[in-house]
């Protein structure tokens, strides 16, 4: 989803709430639960700038003053910027706590991919996983990955 457009490189907070509009045209997500993930439109795909989860709601976190903040940082380093925000939206169910919990885990885990393909990512935590397995996620030795890393990564489809 593209986000609202900035006047220069300056987030025009006016067109904020047109964005929200047109985001829930066909369905009503600016009420949902779950992960978000700003990222930059660049020629071969996106890079990923920013992954935060929400509590209450993508309208009410995705654009909070510190975030913005983050986002206007990156935007007077960078020389091209397109952003786009990806919503990974949780069905809700009748735990709230289990939500947030599943919601924090699917957070870290996103945190991290973004992470090992932008090293510059804005997020200030969670960038280091619990765990990893040397080679196949996480940490990765120098040179070609053994034949059984390889084949383990073809088996779960991770390449």
Request: hydrophobic share 35%; glycine share 6%.
């Amino acid at each position: 989803m593209n986000t609202p457009n900035r006047k220069g490189k300056e987030i025009d907070l006016g067109e904020i709430s047109d964005f929200w509009r047109c985001v829930d045209c066909g369905e009503c997500i600016s009420s949902k639960k779950g992960v978000y993930i700003f990222a930059n439109k660049v020629s071969h795909g996106f890079k990923p700038i920013y992954v935060g989860m929400t509590k209450k709601s993508f309208k009410t976190e995705c654009f909070q003053a510190h975030k913005i903040n983050k986002l206007q940082d990156f935007f007077d380093k960078s020389l091209r910027t397109k952003l786009v925000l990806f919503f990974v939206v949780k069905e809700s169910s009748r735990n709230a706590k289990d939500d947030n919990d599943i919601i924090a885990d699917v957070e870290s885990f996103f945190i991290h991919q973004a992470y090992m393909a932008n090293e510059n990512l804005l997020n200030d935590r969670k960038k280091d996983p619990k765990w990893s397995v040397q080679d196949v996620s996480g940490d990765r030795t120098p040179g070609q990955p053994t034949m059984s890393v390889q084949n383990l990564k073809q088996c779960l489809d991770m390449d």
